[in-house]
Every structure is written in C-alpha cells, then in structure tokens.
C-alpha cells in the first residue's frame, strides 16, 4: 500500500512539475528553464545521495558505468527534457503527454531488439492503445480556444466596421509540437536501457550516486550551450514572474524522479485545466486520448501471467494474452 502511496505522489509530483514549466515558457523560453531545473536537479540528487550517507558510492563506479552514465544524463535531462519543454511552449500538456507517452512502447521496442526481452500479445495490445490515444488527443488540436465574441447590442456593441475578428486565445502548433514530442518520446525511451547497462556495470550502487553522476555530466553538457551567441543573455534576462514557476518546476521533477507512475498523464489534465486553463487545449478528444493512453501504458507494464491469474481470466483468453510476439 506504500508503494502505491508513493507511487502516486510521484505521478502527482511529476505532472505538476510539467504544469509549472508550461506556466513558465508561456512568456519565458525553454533555455531560462532548463538553467534553473538542471543545475537544481543535480544539487538535489546530491543533497539526497548525502541524507542516504551513500556519497562515498561515487568513487565505486567503474568507467563504464560512469560513462553510461554521463549519456543517460545527457539524453535524459538535456536533450529529452528540452524537447518536452519545447513541445509543452508549442502546443501545450494536454497534447504533448499522450506523444511524449509514446516513450513506453519506444523503450519496449529497444529492449527487444537489443535485449530481446518477450513482447506478448498483451503488450501490443498496450502499444495499439497508447499510439491510438496520442492519435486521439490530436484529432481537433488545430481549433483552440476561442475568445468570448464582442457584443453586438447594447451600450458596450461595437459596430461592425470596428468589431474584432475572432481570434483563439490559445492555437497549438502541432506539427512542430509534435515533432518535439516525439524526440522527448525517443530520448526518455532510449535512457532507461543506459541507466539499466551503467547498473550492470555497477551492481549495488545507489541510485542516489547515480543520479549524481548523470546530473554532473547533463550540467557540464548544458553549459556547453552557453558559448552559443545570446544563449547567456536571454538566460539572464529571465522574467521575475516567471523565476518562482521554473524554480517550482526544478524542485517537483527532483522529487518526482524515484517513482514515476504512467498515472501523471490524468493529472496532467486537471492540474493544467486549474492552473493553465487559457493556455491548453481540452476536449472529449483530449480526455479520451488521455485515458486510452493511460490505459494502454499500464497493459504494456504489467507482467501478463499476474494479470492473467489475478483476474482468473478463461484458459484460451489467458493463453492468447501470454502468447509472444516477438522476443525469447
């Protein structure tokens, strides 16, 4: 029950973070966020590697751990965590998460082809779900929110020759959106399986250490992005109103990292409707992509012989679900 709870927390947490960001580059830029969340997550994992007392871990890595590391780091918090943002600023959560979702069965397709871990009948059915419900939440994306109309009678009517045209208030940009998302799909996909071959090579380490190690590498890599010309100064020219919302955002993905539950998708959804309600898309499209992904993400991560008994499901419609695809 305490798995659960924390689980939750961190689907909670992490879906509150990508709200806070959204807030934030509505007016402010990816980079002005991503110079506050990383810096900040690395010190994080630090400060947590120091409460554990499993600092002395860092000197235990071998190089080729810390060298799969580093490139989860790098694809994980840099290039991954920009291309969310980006696609969040374009257009907006409620349309990304369910691409950026996509991530699960990207990493399925990985760990088969590279592992050659089991893909059964069940999974597929899960990987069906999830691209159906990102395809869903994209089916009236173009139209927006619209503006109250002006009045046409009464003191406050203006004429017809001055009345402004109808405009929406909020108009995602999808086909760059979604190409953002997808490359947040594909990097946050790819960097478990390297987390997976650094503890390989690192077998009892923390991952409070690790966190540390891969956040180092993420902040020295990012800080590459500097020497760009007006990188540095469209960072410092960050927004006050905007500093809290990338600060609230760094500390929520900090917590949020340990446990991740494919729940944040929902809670995605109604903390963008309370917090960002004029700079998001929502419909019966969204809501029903939402879930459909949702649906499908947890087909694809539960292991099917425990579905199978749990639910006491007939012997052919048990045999069908467990039946492989692909994979040894």
């Not at 590697?49 to 860092?58: D, H, N, R, S, V």
């Not at 944040?264 to 700079?279: A, D, G």
């Amino acid at each position: 029950m305490l798995g659960i709870l924390y689980a939750a927390v961190g689907a909670f947490t992490f879906a509150l973070n990508n709200v806070a960001m959204r807030r934030g580059v509505v007016t402010g830029s990816v980079l002005q966020g991503m110079a506050v969340t990383v810096p900040i997550g690395g010190l994080s994992f630090l400060i947590m590697a120091i409460m554990f007392g499993e600092l002395y871990q860092l000197a235990l890595f071998p190089v080729m751990s810390v060298a799969w590391l580093a490139g989860q780091g790098i694809v994980h918090f840099v290039l991954g965590r920009y291309c969310n943002y980006k696609s969040n600023q374009l257009m907006g959560v409620n349309l990304t998460a369910p691409v950026v979702q996509l991530q699960v069965p990207f990493a399925m397709l990985l760990a088969l082809v590279m592992l050659h871990e089991k893909f059964t009948a069940l999974q597929a059915i899960g990987s069906t779900l999830m691209l159906g419900g990102s395809f869903i939440t994209q089916s009236n994306a173009g139209q927006g929110k619209k503006q109250a109309p002006a009045p046409t009678r009464g003191p406050t009517a203006l004429s017809p020759e001055v009345q402004p045209t109808l405009k929406p208030s909020f108009q995602p940009r999808v086909v760059s959106g979604y190409a953002f998302g997808l490359g947040a799909g594909v990097c946050y996909g790819s960097s478990p399986l390297m987390a997976r071959e650094a503890f390989l090579h690192a077998p009892g380490v923390s991952s409070a250490a690790a966190g540390c190690v891969a956040y180092a590498a993420a902040t020295l890599f990012f800080l590459l992005i500097l020497f760009k010309p007006g990188s540095w100064l469209g960072i410092r020219s960050t927004k006050r109103e905007n500093l809290p919302w990338f600060l609230a955002s760094a500390a929520l993905v900090a917590i949020s990292q340990a446990l991740i539950l494919q729940l944040s998708l929902v809670f995605r959804l109604f903390l963008s409707q309370l917090i960002n309600r004029e700079h998001e898309v929502m419909n019966t499209a969204v809501i029903i992509g939402a879930f459909t992904a949702v649906l499908g993400s947890i087909l694809v991560a539960l292991d099917t012989d425990q579905l199978t008994t749990f639910l006491q499901l007939p012997l052919w419609f048990a045999d069908l679900l467990r039946y492989r695809l692909a994979g040894e």
